[in-house]
């Protein structure tokens, strides 16, 4: 950073001294040009005078044209170029112009002309005709040493000036370059501290210019989301490791006191269905971890198919129906005919299971649970009510959580992981849809899932919980 800064504001120095150079050299050209110039129409007008005879002596003085300027020459010259009249000193110093010179000035006069004396001086020079019966010549010369000198010197005092300007421009550089890191070297010292036991940090944006705090900003939202992955993924491990220790622990409790005295062969084979039932429980509760670990990362895509909604209602409903009946619970089925959506079969008669199932938990005898399908312009929604007890507001919000499980006291809760609805909620969210749940207490519940009609999504290819 210190050297681009250094290369760019160099270069803009050198190119301003650069034109101002140029227009210094080019502004005192056009002065001595336009001075010439002026002297060249006294000394026309003098020589033009009445009444002096061709020839005569100068009437410059000896010396020069105008009075401020010693420096200017003059000499009067005739078509051959022999010097008719001229400044002491003048042919010394310039070589008289060859006649062929002369005869290529135009009647309007010439322009000016940079020539080097015999000594090696700079001089300008201007030439024109005189109007006269003879054809004569009028040559004015300015000597430009004094010029050379001080754009000599103002050429020496440029590089002074470039040379220091280098060096400042190299420490203004590295001040600036060290100053613009500094907030970078800021948020890299912060970011190197943070790890997996202090993702509570976040980077400072006070002071921080208006381009790093957009940055600051988005690496800590970045951090929050960390933060909430970890503490999600440190409460699911508590959560797994408490649901398993239960059923361990009755299979080892049942094993121990099986091994605790000889038993007839009929004990040992209620021991061995319970142990049965564990593991089948555990066994049910690795598949449903799996089936949301493979959820959150969604690496595949979603088996979609074009799918009649109202045939696997039907599909989903003629499964539980049996259980119901043993429940004494009404199972019915409303539908709109036609009802279409490309949706993944497998996990969508997943979800509407899951959710038949816990309504049919809680749904005492006598009741009813409700299966419908229809469409309205956010997609298709399918909708399982039921007339059970209902769940009380303060838990609503709750219920799709992992794990979460509204009474432990209740006798289902205890077979019951509180993973079926956040698996229905996981399905849903990964085709694009949402849930939505509705209950009062005593009067039932009603969860809606509301699915786009047609819409891209990936998934894994997930085993029934």
Known sequence: MTVWYVLSAFALIMVATGLLYWVLVNGMYREDLHDLKDNLENASLLLGAPGRPHGAASPFGASRVRGHRPDIYVRVLDSNGRVLI???????????????????????GGTGRQILSRQGEPFLTLIAPIAGAQPRFLEIALDRAHDEFLLARYRERLWVVLGVSLVLCAIVGFLIAQGGMRPIERISRTAG??????????????GLPRELRGLAETFNSMLDRLEQSFAHISQFSDDVAHELRTPINNLRGEIEVALGKRRSAEEYRDVLGSCFEECTRIARLIRTLLFLARSDTAADALQREPLEVGEELATVGAF?????????????????????????????????GNLISNALAHTPPGGAVELS????????VITVADSGCGIAPQHLPHVFERFYRIEQSRPSSQQNAGLGLAVVKSIVSRHGGRVEIESRVGEGTQVRLIFPASAPGTSEELTKS
């Open 86 to 108: 001229a400044t002491p000193g003048l042919s010394k110093q310039l070589p008289v112009p060859t006649k062929a010179e002369l005869a290529a000035i135009p009647a309007s």
């Open 193 to 206: 501290r943070i790890g997996a036991t202090t993702l509570h940090e976040r980077i400072s944006t006070d």
């Open 373 to 380: 399908a229809r469409a309205n312009g956010q997609g298709i």
């Open 320 to 352: 539980y129906e049996a259980a119901a009946g043993e429940g004494g619970v009404r199972l019915r089925l409303e539908s709109a005919p036609g009802l279409r959506a490309e949706l993944d079969r497998t996990l969508l008669q997943q979800a509407i």
